[in-house]
Every structure is written in structure tokens, then in C-alpha cells.
């Protein structure tokens, strides 16, 4: 198995520009989740996904902020419009039972 | 906010020396997971503990668990230069599968 996939690796854009990242979780897990990463706030859950649902976007940080999972091979995160305190490593992560397998990261810098 | 934490935030250390990171919850958990992300790198389990008092080992590295289920410590043995990165604890705070992770503690060996 490959692990779980991102898309893309890197993201550099511009101040109010949409911004889409994209994970492929790991084939059978039924839980997918998205962290963020910065120093200043260390790693925070966004939201997870079971069975494709959406179960807690609590730490989903405002209404620019939108996640979706149409099936079970596949999620996007979309920030709209993006602004440079968004910059930061985004993690998707899958998981069938309790170990929890992440993908190596979107790396988002907006200026 | 944070209601994970962990001390200390970095550690710098000589190869060969040994090395503890510890991790307090503000609750009761019903488990402890604790994973390492090398730098650059995405975060990767090593273990989970489940029992009050728990003490697992994984050849130089001790995982415990405090009786009170609320505090846990990692310990290495006689550090490597392949032990440098970022050690975070992550326990269920809320519901079983959402994780809050601790806000780490970076080891940086010395050769």
C-alpha cells in the first residue's frame, strides 16, 4: 500500500485565493482526519471523517474553512479566500482502528 | 487551548546520553498515544498505552503510563543520531477516535 496520499506537496498562492488540497486515505481505514501544523499552535485537529461523514469540525477555524469526502478513496479541504495566516503543514490522516497513519503533508504558504 | 502539554519543549542532548520527555493531561484519559515526526517529516506512531500504571518498551524506548491515567513519559536509552525529531503524546479528550495532541518536545542529538 502507498499510504496516504496528498496532493499537492507544496502551495504557494496569493492572498484571497481559493485553495484546494486533496487526500487519498489508505485503502479499508474508515476514519480520515485533517490536522494543521504551525509552531505558534502546534498540531490541531480540523475535522474527521466515519464512513465518508462528517463526525467533528469543532476545530475548523472559520466559515473559510470546508472539507468534504464524497468516498471512502477520497477527501479535499478547501480554504476560501485564503489568507497568509493560513500558512501551514496540512496533514490528512487515516486510521481503521487506533493507530493513526498520516500523509506526508501540504505544505500552504499564502502570501 | 492546549489542555495536553509537554516538558520540556526541546531537549539537546550528546549521543550516548539518555533522554525523557513527559506529557500531563488536564483529564483522565482512556488511552495515550505517543508518535515521533523526524523533521520535515509527518508524525508516525510508536505505541499506545491503555492501562493505569502500563509500562511498554520498544528496545531503547520505555513508555509509561501514571496510575491516575493523566500523565505518561517517554524514555530513551543511550540516544542515536536516528532518535533526533519531535515527540508528541496525543490522548482522546473528548470521545474515543478525536486525538489532542501534546506540544511536543524536540530532541536534537549532539554527535
Known amino acids: 500500500d502507498a499510504g496516504v496520499i496528498q496532493s499537492p506537496r507544496h502551495e504557494v498562492t496569493e492572498m484571497g485565493q481559493e485553495v484546494t488540497l486533496r487526500c487519498k486515505p489508505i485503502s479499508g481505514h474508515d476514519y480520515l482526519f485533517w490536522y494543521r501544523q504551525t509552531m505558534m499552535r502546534g498540531l490541531e485537529l480540523l475535522i474527521y471523517?466515519?464512513?465518508?461523514?462528517?463526525?467533528?469540525d469543532s476545530g475548523m477555524p472559520e466559515d473559510r474553512f470546508s472539507a468534504k469526502m464524497p468516498n471512502a478513496s477520497f477527501s479535499t479541504l478547501k480554504i476560501q479566500p485564503s489568507e497568509p495566516r493560513d500558512s501551514a503543514v496540512y496533514f490528512c490522516?487515516?486510521?481503521?482502528?487506533?493507530?493513526?497513519?498520516f500523509g506526508p503533508g501540504t505544505r500552504l504558504t499564502v502570501l | 487551548g492546549q489542555q495536553v502539554m509537554q516538558i520540556p519543549q526541546y531537549q539537546h542532548v550528546q549521543e550516548g546520553e539518555d533522554f525523557t520527555t513527559y506529557c500531563n493531561s488536564s483529564t483522565t484519559l482512556s488511552n495515550i498515544q505517543w508518535y515521533k515526526q523526524r523533521p520535515g517529516g509527518h508524525p508516525v506512531f510508536l505505541i499506545q498505552?491503555?492501562?493505569?500504571?502500563e509500562v511498554k518498551k520498544q528496545k531503547r524506548l520505555t513508555f509509561q503510563f501514571g496510575e491516575a491515567k493523566k500523565n505518561s513519559s517517554l524514555h530513551i536509552t543511550a540516544t542515536q543520531t536516528t532518535d533526533v525529531g519531535t515527540y508528541f503524546c496525543a490522548g482522546p479528550l473528548r470521545g474515543n477516535e478525536k486525538l489532542t495532541f501534546g506540544t511536543g518536545t524536540r530532541l536534537t542529538i549532539i554527535p
Open positions: 490522516a487515516s486510521s481503521f482502528a487506533v493507530e493513526q497513519f
Open positions: 498505552l491503555v492501562k493505569s500504571g
Open positions: 471523517f466515519n464512513n465518508n461523514v462528517p463526525i467533528d
